[in-house]
């Protein structure tokens, strides 16, 4: 999920909590449940659609994505 949505940043695109969840390929509840716990311990940030209530964006918090770009650098 955070890979996912380091590339999602990376290419300044939006994903939605259900694109999300499809990315993950694994049943739905389990991913609710961990994106639930990474927007609380503050890893991702999630943000309501302004177009349509139903919706959500989420994206990495910015320091999530700065860790993200050291353990990057770090491998390589």
Not at 7 to 13: C, D, G, I, W
Request: proline content about 4%; glycine content about 2%.
């Amino acid at each position: 999920m955070l890979l996912d949505l380091y590339v999602a940043r990376l290419k300044e695109l939006k994903i939605s909590v259900s694109s999300l969840c499809v990315a993950a390929n694994i049943p739905t509840t389990t991913a609710l449940r961990h994106i639930a716990e990474l927007v609380q311990h503050g890893e991702i940030k999630r943000t309501p659609d302004p177009t349509d209530q139903r919706r959500a964006f989420l994206d990495l918090s910015d320091h999530t994505f700065a860790r993200m770009n050291d353990w990057i650098d770090h491998c390589l």
